[in-house]
Every structure is written in C-alpha cells, then in structure tokens.
C-alpha cells in the first residue's frame, strides 16, 4: 500500500539558513508526489509537484524538490528561509494514477528563529 | 473569485449527535474531495465527487460517515451518532477535471469537537 513518510516531527531553523524536509514514499509505480503548507489558521496551499520528466522541480515562495526514484524520497529544500516560512509541512503521493485522492504524510512543523 | 469555502469552522457537539459540515467548491471545480485531519497526523481522504458520477467512498471509516453533492455544486458531509474519536478537523478541496491529475485547492476546514 502507499504511504508517506516524514521523519521530522519538529526542525528549527535560523532565519537565512538553508532548508531540507525529508519526506519518503512507497508506491509501486511511478508516484504523483507533492508539498502542501499549511499556515495558522489557513487552508492548505500547495507548493510544488512532480509528475514526470525533470527530476528538481520548482515551487512558489522560493521552494524546491528534488525526487530520487532510487532512494524513493523527494525532500522539499529552500536556500534561504524567511519567519513568514513558519509553517506545516506535509508531503503527499497520489493515491491512484487517476489522482483521485492524495495519501499525505504526518508533517513537519518548522520553526524559524531569529 | 472566492477559494473554497467551508462552514461552519467550528463546532462542539455532544457525543452521540450528528453533525452536518458544509463545503463550497470553487466555481467552475467539477472535482470536490473531503479529508479529515485529526490531531499531530496527516490528512486522511475520505471521499471524492466527480461530476455525475458514483462517488469514492473508499476512505469513509464507518457508515456513521456519509456525504452528498448535487452537481458540482455544495457538498455536505454528515456524521451519525457522533464518537470521540470523531474530533478532527474536516478539510474539503476542489480541483477542475483537467488532464491525468488536477490541483486540488483546500478550504480553511471545519474545527469539530466531540465532547
């Protein structure tokens, strides 16, 4: 079955430094694969995504991924976090290759200091 | 030129109640999803409309659970004989049937409570 997997509850991070959110997947075939945030009191807004074809693909608000068929991993990084960055992270693979329902990950909570 | 929305955004109720949550898609998304988010895990999916056709119900976790849309328009989400266990929040999206996968945009959710 699919399933994706966060291993960082909780990363702090300064403000200025770089980035990486690990997210892992299990799917049999090739996987949709996406990064949500989910600000206080906001709706999920939808970052990036990968379907096909380039393996770094680029998001809004300065974000990145980078999808690793042989490691089954597509980590979300940013060069340079902002406070307004402080947010829930989650990573997500489509259910079905009609896309019809996403299996998200538990999250990862960032915090920035300063 | 709204987002989707949903109501009402909070809700207590006592175990045993139903409860009836609400969902409007953007206009024009003929695709409406429900997720339910409970607490420090990820979204869950529960169901999806497609236009006129049979729904997913694949993730409904019992038949206390159930969901209605008319069209592509509102879709209402409805819990029976509320548990405990019922407390999340209930996050509804929408996306436009375009192409293998479509963008789906959350609404701002519904906080449930069981008491």
């Known amino acids: 079955a699919q399933s994706v997997t966060q291993p960082d509850i909780h990363i702090t991070v300064s403000e200025g430094a770089s980035l990486e959110l690990r997210c892992n997947y299990s799917y049999g075939a090739t996987p949709y694969l996406f990064w949500y945030v989910q600000s206080p009191g906001q709706g999920l807004q939808l970052l990036l995504k990968?379907?096909?074809?380039?393996?770094l693909v680029q998001g809004i608000k300065g974000f990145e991924a980078e999808f690793k068929r042989s490691q089954s991993s597509f980590n979300l990084r940013k060069p340079s976090v902002h406070w307004s960055d402080a947010a829930e992270y989650f990573c997500a693979v489509a259910a079905n290759q009609a896309g019809t329902a996403l299996i998200f990950g538990k999250g990862t909570t960032l915090s920035v200091s300063s | 030129g709204a987002g989707v929305s949903q109501s009402p955004s909070n809700k207590v109720t006592e175990k045993g109640k139903d409860v009836e949550l609400r969902c409007d898609p953007i206009?024009?998304?003929?695709?409406l999803y429900w997720y339910r988010q409970r607490l420090g895990q990820g979204l869950e999916f529960l169901i999806y409309f497609q236009g006129n056709s049979a729904p997913d119900k694949s993730g409904l976790p019992s038949d206390r659970f159930s969901a209605e849309r008319t069209g592509e328009s509102v879709s209402t989400l409805t819990i029976q004989r509320t548990q405990q266990e019922d407390s999340a929040v209930y996050l509804c999206?929408?996306?436009?049937?375009?192409?293998?996968?479509?963008?789906?945009?959350f609404g701002p959710g519904t906080r449930l409570l069981v008491l």
């Open positions: 206009s024009g998304h003929t695709a």
């Open positions: 999206a929408s996306s436009i049937q375009d192409g293998p996968f479509r963008d789906q945009y």
């Open positions: 990968y379907f096909s074809g380039d393996t």
